[in-house]
T-cell receptor, first 113, second 110 residues
C-alpha cells in the first residue's frame, strides 16, 4: 500500500532552536495534514494544506505543500518546551467524500530547556 | 471539541480473553476509524467504518473485528487477546478535514 517516509525519526534540540521535518511519498496527494501528539493523548490537527506550493502558518508553525504533490514540510521556529511530542504527517486524496489518510511514522521531538 | 470518547482508557487483560473497546461520538460523522500505535510503527489502521453496518479492513486487521450498529458507536473486539495486541488504540472520526482522534485506550495483554 501507500507509504509516507517521514524524517527525521527523532530530534533533540535546545529551546529556542528552529526545527524542520519533512514527509515524502511515492504517490501524489491533493491534501497534506500535520498532526501533533502530546504524551498520553491522541494526535491533534495542526495544519491542513490543499494546494501544491501552498505555504500555511499557525503561530510558530509553518507547513508547505510540495510542488510535486509528493512531499510536505513542517517548520517550527523558536522552539519551546511545550513543543515536545510526536509530529505526524498525513496525505489524502479527497474527491468529494471523506478519503482515508495515510500517515507517516512520526517525528519525535525533544526540547531541552 | 468534536465529541469523541474512548472507553476504557486503560485495561489489563489475560491472554485468550475477549476484549471490546468502545468509541463514541456525539456529532453524527459518517466515517470512523480504529488505529493502533506502537513504537517504531506509527499509527496503523485496523478497521474503519463508512456508515452503520458498513465496515472494511485496514492494514493490520487480523485478530480484530468491529461493529457499528449505531452512527455514534464503533466497537473494536479482540476475539482472543494475545500479547502482540498490547498497544495503544486510538479511535478517530472523519470530520471532512482530516480526522479527530480520541484520547486512546492503553491495552496490556498479560
Amino acid at each position: 500500500g501507500q507509504q509516507l517516509n517521514q524524517s527525521p525519526q527523532s530530534m533533540f534540540i535546545q529551546e529556542g532552536e528552529d526545527v524542520s521535518m519533512n514527509c515524502t511519498s511515492s504517490s501524489i496527494f491533493n491534501t497534506w495534514l500535520w498532526y501533533k501528539q502530546d504524551p498520553g493523548e491522541g494526535p491533534v490537527l495542526l495544519i491542513a494544506l490543499y494546494k501544491a506550493g501552498e505555504l500555511t502558518s499557525n503561530g510558530r508553525l509553518t507547513a508547505q505543500f510540495g510542488i510535486t504533490r509528493k512531499d510536505s514540510f513542517l517548520n517550527i521556529s523558536a522552539s519551546i518546551p511545550s513543543d515536545v511530542g510526536i509530529y505526524f504527517c498525513a496525505g489524502a486524496n479527497y474527491g468529494g467524500s471523506q478519503g482515508n489518510l495515510i500517515f507517516g511514522k512520526g517525528t519525535k521531538l525533544s526540547v531541552k530547556p | 471539541d468534536a465529541g469523541i470518547t474512548q472507553s476504557p482508557r486503560h485495561k489489563v487483560t489475560e491472554t485468550g480473553t475477549p476484549v471490546t473497546l468502545r468509541c463514541h461520538q456525539t456529532e453524527n460523522h459518517r466515517y470512523m476509524y480504529w488505529y493502533r500505535q506502537d513504537p517504531g510503527h506509527g499509527l496503523r489502521l485496523i478497521h474503519y467504518s463508512y456508515g452503520v453496518k458498513d465496515t472494511d479492513k485496514g492494514e493490520v486487521s487480523d485478530g480484530y473485528s468491529v461493529s457499528r450498529s449505531k452512527t455514534e458507536d464503533f466497537l473494536l473486539t479482540l476475539e482472543s487477546a494475545t500479547s502482540s495486541q498490547t498497544s495503544v488504540y486510538f479511535c478517530a472520526i472523519g470530520t471532512g478535514v482530516g480526522y479527530t482522534f480520541g484520547s486512546g485506550t492503553r491495552l496490556t495483554v498479560v
